[in-house]
Protein backbone atom coordinates (compact mmCIF):
# COMPACT_ATOMS: atom_id res chain seq x y z
CA UNK A 1 0.00 0.00 0.00
CA UNK A 2 1.77 3.55 -1.03
CA UNK A 3 0.34 6.35 1.03
CA UNK A 4 0.56 10.29 0.35
CA UNK A 5 -1.24 13.30 0.42
CA UNK A 6 -0.85 13.20 -3.31
CA UNK A 7 -3.78 10.44 -3.84
CA UNK A 8 -3.90 10.34 -7.23
CA UNK A 9 0.10 10.14 -7.64
CA UNK A 10 -0.37 7.53 -5.16
CA UNK A 11 -2.83 5.24 -7.17
CA UNK A 12 -0.49 5.81 -10.52
CA UNK A 13 2.26 4.32 -8.95
CA UNK A 14 0.22 1.54 -7.25
CA UNK A 15 -1.10 0.29 -10.77
CA UNK A 16 2.62 -0.03 -11.93
CA UNK A 17 2.83 -2.87 -9.10
CA UNK A 18 1.29 -6.17 -8.50
CA UNK A 19 -1.57 -5.82 -6.14
CA UNK A 20 -0.84 -2.93 -4.87
CA UNK A 21 -3.16 -0.17 -3.79
CA UNK A 22 -2.44 3.66 -3.06
CA UNK A 23 -4.10 5.39 -0.67
CA UNK A 24 -4.45 9.72 -0.77
CA UNK A 25 -3.91 10.53 3.47
CA UNK A 26 -2.66 13.42 5.42
CA UNK A 27 0.34 10.79 7.71
CA UNK A 28 0.69 14.28 10.48
CA UNK A 29 -3.21 13.88 10.94
CA UNK A 30 -3.73 11.95 14.39
CA UNK A 31 -6.24 9.99 12.90
CA UNK A 32 -4.86 8.76 9.90
CA UNK A 33 -2.37 6.25 10.73
CA UNK A 34 -5.13 3.84 12.38
CA UNK A 35 -7.53 4.44 8.90
CA UNK A 36 -4.23 3.15 7.11
CA UNK A 37 -3.54 0.16 9.32
CA UNK A 38 -6.95 -0.56 9.19
CA UNK A 39 -7.24 -0.10 5.28
CA UNK A 40 -3.71 -2.35 5.02
CA UNK A 41 -5.70 -5.08 7.09
CA UNK A 42 -8.96 -5.43 5.07
CA UNK A 43 -6.87 -5.36 1.64
CA UNK A 44 -4.46 -7.82 2.42
CA UNK A 45 -5.26 -9.39 5.41
CA UNK A 46 -2.10 -8.81 7.44
CA UNK A 47 0.76 -6.76 8.14
CA UNK A 48 4.17 -7.68 7.95
CA UNK A 49 6.70 -4.31 6.31
CA UNK A 50 6.57 -0.79 7.35
CA UNK A 51 8.40 1.65 5.93
CA UNK A 52 7.73 5.06 6.81
CA UNK A 53 9.06 8.13 4.82
CA UNK A 54 7.18 11.66 5.01
CA UNK A 55 8.42 15.32 3.53
CA UNK A 56 10.71 17.37 4.91
CA UNK A 57 10.26 19.99 7.29
CA UNK A 58 10.95 24.03 6.27
CA UNK A 59 14.53 25.10 5.68
CA UNK A 60 15.78 27.65 7.50
CA UNK A 61 18.88 28.43 9.99
CA UNK A 62 19.36 27.75 13.99
CA UNK A 63 18.60 31.53 14.09
CA UNK A 64 15.78 32.05 11.67
CA UNK A 65 13.82 29.50 12.71
CA UNK A 66 11.38 29.87 15.65
CA UNK A 67 10.12 27.96 18.25
CA UNK A 68 7.09 27.15 17.83
CA UNK A 69 7.96 25.36 14.04
CA UNK A 70 9.84 22.78 15.85
CA UNK A 71 6.17 21.70 17.03
CA UNK A 72 5.15 20.96 13.26
CA UNK A 73 8.18 19.27 12.43
CA UNK A 74 7.50 16.96 15.67
CA UNK A 75 4.01 16.55 14.32
CA UNK A 76 5.33 15.74 10.98
CA UNK A 77 8.54 13.45 11.31
CA UNK A 78 8.23 11.60 14.45
CA UNK A 79 4.73 11.35 16.08
CA UNK A 80 3.37 9.54 12.92
CA UNK A 81 5.94 7.02 13.23
CA UNK A 82 5.08 6.31 16.84
CA UNK A 83 1.40 5.86 15.93
CA UNK A 84 2.45 3.72 13.20
CA UNK A 85 4.23 1.59 15.29
CA UNK A 86 1.73 1.13 17.90
CA UNK A 87 -0.76 -0.05 15.33
CA UNK A 88 1.33 -1.92 13.56
CA UNK A 89 3.42 -3.86 15.89
CA UNK A 90 0.54 -5.81 17.56
CA UNK A 91 -0.10 -7.43 13.60
CA UNK A 92 4.07 -7.98 12.88
CA UNK A 93 4.06 -10.19 16.50
CA UNK A 94 0.98 -12.57 15.60
CA UNK A 95 3.21 -13.71 12.79
CA UNK A 96 6.59 -13.36 14.79
CA UNK A 97 7.61 -11.80 11.87
CA UNK A 98 8.46 -8.40 10.79
CA UNK A 99 10.19 -5.20 9.23
CA UNK A 100 10.16 -1.58 10.32
CA UNK A 101 12.22 0.96 8.55
CA UNK A 102 12.13 5.14 8.91
CA UNK A 103 13.51 6.90 6.31
CA UNK A 104 15.27 9.70 7.67
CA UNK A 105 18.36 11.75 6.44
CA UNK A 106 22.34 12.07 6.43
CA UNK A 107 21.86 15.10 8.77
CA UNK A 108 21.03 13.20 11.34
CA UNK A 109 24.82 12.22 11.10
CA UNK A 110 26.38 15.55 9.77
CA UNK A 111 24.36 18.98 10.31
CA UNK A 112 23.50 20.12 6.63
CA UNK A 113 22.97 24.24 6.13
CA UNK A 114 19.53 25.79 6.13
CA UNK A 115 17.66 22.30 7.49
CA UNK A 116 18.19 22.96 11.61
CA UNK A 117 14.33 21.50 11.90
CA UNK A 118 15.75 17.71 9.92
CA UNK A 119 19.49 18.16 11.62
CA UNK A 120 17.66 18.58 14.90
CA UNK A 121 13.94 16.36 14.97
CA UNK A 122 14.97 13.56 12.81
CA UNK A 123 16.92 12.81 15.21
CA UNK A 124 14.34 11.70 17.80
CA UNK A 125 13.38 9.18 15.18
CA UNK A 126 16.86 7.56 15.35
CA UNK A 127 16.72 7.59 18.99
CA UNK A 128 12.76 5.91 18.75
CA UNK A 129 13.89 3.60 16.53
CA UNK A 130 17.16 2.19 18.86
CA UNK A 131 15.09 1.67 21.60
CA UNK A 132 12.18 0.17 19.89
CA UNK A 133 14.51 -2.45 18.31
CA UNK A 134 16.03 -3.67 21.82
CA UNK A 135 12.48 -4.30 22.65
CA UNK A 136 10.98 -6.54 19.61
CA UNK A 137 14.24 -8.02 17.96
CA UNK A 138 13.33 -11.76 20.33
CA UNK A 139 9.60 -11.41 18.14
CA UNK A 140 12.16 -11.17 15.13
CA UNK A 141 11.12 -7.75 13.91
CA UNK A 142 13.82 -5.32 12.83
CA UNK A 143 14.08 -1.98 12.74
CA UNK A 144 16.52 0.43 11.16
CA UNK A 145 16.91 3.59 9.77
CA UNK A 146 18.11 4.54 6.52
CA UNK A 147 19.82 8.22 5.66
CA UNK A 148 19.63 9.53 2.34
CA UNK A 149 22.24 11.91 1.16
CA UNK A 150 21.77 13.66 -1.88
CA UNK A 151 19.60 11.67 -3.91
CA UNK A 152 17.69 13.25 -6.83
CA UNK A 153 14.03 13.73 -5.93
CA UNK A 154 11.98 17.12 -5.79
CA UNK A 155 12.69 17.51 -2.22
CA UNK A 156 16.23 18.05 -3.28
CA UNK A 157 15.62 20.77 -5.91
CA UNK A 158 13.94 22.41 -3.72
CA UNK A 159 16.47 22.70 -1.28
CA UNK A 160 18.70 23.21 -3.91
CA UNK A 161 16.67 26.59 -5.05
CA UNK A 162 16.48 27.57 -1.50
CA UNK A 163 20.01 27.79 -1.17
CA UNK A 164 20.60 29.47 -4.35
CA UNK A 165 18.23 32.15 -3.06
CA UNK A 166 19.89 32.87 0.02
CA UNK A 167 23.49 32.58 -1.57
CA UNK A 168 21.74 34.70 -4.55
CA UNK A 169 23.78 31.96 -6.90
CA UNK A 170 21.97 30.21 -9.93
CA UNK A 171 20.35 26.96 -9.50
CA UNK A 172 22.71 24.98 -11.79
CA UNK A 173 25.77 26.19 -9.87
CA UNK A 174 24.80 24.92 -5.84
CA UNK A 175 23.94 21.53 -7.79
CA UNK A 176 27.18 21.57 -9.20
CA UNK A 177 28.67 22.45 -6.32
CA UNK A 178 27.04 19.41 -4.06
CA UNK A 179 27.96 16.98 -6.57
CA UNK A 180 31.68 18.09 -6.23
CA UNK A 181 31.18 17.29 -3.06
CA UNK A 182 29.97 13.87 -3.36
CA UNK A 183 32.71 10.89 -4.04
CA UNK A 184 30.85 8.98 -6.12
CA UNK A 185 30.65 12.13 -8.07
CA UNK A 186 26.97 12.36 -8.53
CA UNK A 187 23.87 12.72 -6.89
CA UNK A 188 22.23 9.03 -6.13
CA UNK A 189 19.24 7.65 -7.53
CA UNK A 190 15.74 7.02 -5.97
CA UNK A 191 15.84 3.36 -7.57
CA UNK A 192 19.53 2.89 -5.70
CA UNK A 193 18.03 4.08 -2.54
CA UNK A 194 14.93 1.94 -2.70
CA UNK A 195 16.97 -1.41 -3.07
CA UNK A 196 18.75 -0.61 0.21
CA UNK A 197 14.94 -0.02 1.76
CA UNK A 198 14.36 -3.57 -0.02
CA UNK A 199 17.10 -5.25 1.22
CA UNK A 200 16.06 -4.02 4.61
CA UNK A 201 12.51 -5.79 4.30
CA UNK A 202 13.94 -8.81 3.47
CA UNK A 203 14.17 -12.19 4.96
CA UNK A 204 18.05 -11.67 4.39
CA UNK A 205 18.27 -8.86 6.63
CA UNK A 206 16.93 -10.58 9.47
CA UNK A 207 19.81 -10.15 11.74
CA UNK A 208 20.55 -6.14 11.00
CA UNK A 209 18.63 -4.27 13.61
CA UNK A 210 18.62 -1.21 15.06
CA UNK A 211 21.23 0.15 12.35
CA UNK A 212 20.87 3.41 10.53
CA UNK A 213 22.53 3.12 7.11
CA UNK A 214 23.75 5.41 5.28
CA UNK A 215 23.25 5.61 1.67
CA UNK A 216 25.14 8.71 -0.07
CA UNK A 217 28.12 7.70 -2.19
CA UNK A 218 30.21 8.54 0.53
CA UNK A 219 29.26 12.21 1.24
CA UNK A 220 29.23 11.54 5.22
CA UNK A 221 33.03 12.27 6.62
CA UNK A 222 32.08 10.86 10.19
CA UNK A 223 33.25 7.28 11.18
CA UNK A 224 29.51 6.52 12.49
Not at 108 to 120: A, D, G, H, K, Q
Request: contains cysteine; aromatic residues 4%; hydrophobic residues 45%.
Amino acid sequence: MLVGRREELAQDEASKLPNAIGVGADITEPSTPKRLVDSALRAFGRLDILVGSTGGPTPGTALDVQADAYDAALDLLVKPMVRLVHLALPEMRKNNWGRIVFVTSSAVREPIPMLVLSNSIRMAVHGFAKSLAKQVASDDVTVNCVMPGHITTDRTMQLARATAEASGRPVDEVLAETARRIPAGRSGDPAEFGAVVAFLCSQQASYVNGASIPVDGAALQSHW
